[in-house]
């Protein structure tokens, strides 16, 4: 029962994270860029047939490198404390401060809605009830890991059953004869075709609705019987997400034509508005739900990166803590909040870079597994994927990597200029070994000062780490605070 259990939560927490406001979202944007109903439903098939064999090349890496952190974690073992502090940087600066923020915005906005129907909810009222989420739901990570996992067991089932109700009301509009859309004559027209850099950023949209596939590797050391359970959950879940997801987008182009659903800012709401009459308003409390568990499972495994960062000493050393009692990273938690928070009025300019770096760190991470592959030909791996599935994964990447920058060189240029930003940060942060003492005592105190408000106390280490030496330590607590095993 055991084993049987730790599988249904993994597949859960894997579900839960990725299925959130992507599928609310991103069926206009792919939609716009394949140019026809057929091609968008290509480039949702696809997209989850990419994502599950990233995780296939994830699950081996998860438990031969069995440490929480996901890419991080395993790109710092391979190639090294640069890389492994680059993909740090861009993800605690970008990928999930912006990601968590554009969630609690659209689970604010959905909230709000009903609230004010003729007209946009007001800026204040939705930004203040996105920071009330996003303490709320730290508070919960603080306080218990069996109560988040809760919120999240319990959210993800009613996000989808809410997916159902959008499904079976498209399919009995199917039965009703309600299908002209996806008729293979009509659904492969289109005005115009598209380049293959358009077809490039539809996939790209329609891999933030799939973001969150990698996460069940950041809570490695967290899970039972990972050899078992980690591929399980893999293998149920990617394909019931790919099976929902272009259930739903076929749910929608039963009922809205293409122009209606270019023209939609809310395309779960217009379709309820126009199939579901009085009860209408479950829409946006659906897409609240779905929103709510999405940023609960954020907060869950970019907390978990935090300590892992710290661990390695590519972070300070506070946030490498947990509760004494409740062995709940809590500063790692505050850490993620309050960035999250402080970003959220700012999101709109960097949301765009979030797929790019995204796919560059998948890419950057798979690319690896081949490298340890060869540098390490007799380790023993519990789960040894094919040659073909990394291989194939990175010929994809490369091209969608390729067309996108080629597309969208701003914002694609911009987004890699802001993971090299961190170069010089790890140089002068980590590098550098020789810092003044004011420095360290700085760091000391500080330290102290956070132990002291949060109850942190430093876990209980495998022998096999305290017998790796960090390159300088903190010299009231005797762990690494900021310098890398580089």
């Known amino acids: 029962m055991g084993p049987n259990f730790a599988s249904y939560t993994l597949f859960l927490l894997s579900s839960g994270n990725i299925i959130g406001s992507g599928i609310f979202i991103s069926p206009k944007g792919v939609l716009e860029h394949s140019g026809s109903v057929g091609l968008a439903l290509v480039v949702w098939v696809l997209g989850g047939c990419i994502a599950a064999l990233g995780s296939l090349c994830y ?24 890389m492994g502090f680059l993909l740090l940087w861009s993800a605690v600066l970008i990928m999930y401060p912006t990601t968590l923020a554009v969630i609690a915005l659209t689970f604010s906005s959905y909230v709000l809605q009903p609230v004010f129907p003729n007209c946009v909810p007001p800026y204040m009222a939705t930004r203040m009830l996105s920071a009330t989420c996003l303490l709320l739901l730290t508070w919960v990570n603080c306080s218990s890991v069996r109560m988040a996992t809760r919120i999240q067991d319990v959210f993800t089932v009613g996000k989808l059953m809410a997916l159902g109700l959008i499904i079976v009301v498209g399919l009995v509009q199917i039965c009703n004869g309600n299908y002209e859309a996806l008729t293979p004559q009509v659904a492969f027209s289109m005005e115009r075709t598209p380049s293959v850099g358009q077809i490039a950023l539809a996939f790209l949209q329609a891999s933030f609705a799939f973001s969150g596939w990698n996460f069940l590797n950041y809570v490695t050391e967290e899970v039972v019987e990972p050899r078992r359970n980690l591929p399980r959950a893999i293998y149920i879940s990617i394909p019931l997400v790919t099976f929902v997801y272009t259930l739903t987008n076929i749910a929608y182009f039963s009922s809205m034509s293409p122009e209606e659903l270019l023209s939609s800012n809310a395309v779960a709401v217009t379709f309820g508005e126009k199939l579901l009459g009085m009860f209408s308003v479950i829409m946006p409390i659906s897409v609240a739900l779905s929103t709510f568990g999405g940023i609960n499972g954020y907060l869950f495994t970019s907390s978990r990166l935090c300590f892992s960062g710290a661990r390695e000493g590519h972070l300070p050393s506070l946030l490498a803590m ?4 409740n062995c709940t990273p809590i500063p790692a938690l505050l850490c993620a909040a309050t960035i999250v928070i402080l970003c959220i009025g700012e999101t709109h300019n960097l949301i765009n870079y979030v797929s790019f770096i995204n796919y560059l760190s998948y890419g950057v991470t798979i690319a690896g597994l081949l490298y340890y592959r060869w540098k390490k030909p007799n380790l023993y ?61 700085f760091i000391e105190r500080a330290t102290y000062v956070g132990q002291r408000l949060c109850f942190v106390v430093f876990p209980q280490f495998d022998p096999i780490e305290i017998a790796t030496p960090s390159e300088w330590t903190d010299r009231s607590s005797g762990r690494s605070s900021l310098s890398a095993n580089s």
């Not at 947990?322 to 009692?325: A, D, E, Q, T």
């Not at 994809?396 to 090299?420: K, N, R, T």
């Open 59 to 82: 699950a081996e890496l998860g438990v031969t490198i069995p440490k929480s952190g996901g890419d991080y974690s395993y790109v710092t073992e391979i190639f090294g404390g640069l």
């Open 322 to 325: 947990i509760h004494y009692k």
């Open 381 to 441: 791996r519990p789960i040894k994927v094919n040659l073909l599935v990394p291989v194939c994964y990175l010929m994809f990447w490369a091209l969608l990597l390729g067309f996108s920058l080629y597309s969208e060189p701003v914002v694609c240029g911009v987004g890699l200029v802001i993971m090299l930003t961190g170069v010089p940060v790890y140089f002068l942060g980590v590098h550098w070994k020789e810092k003044p003492k004011c420095i360290y005592t």
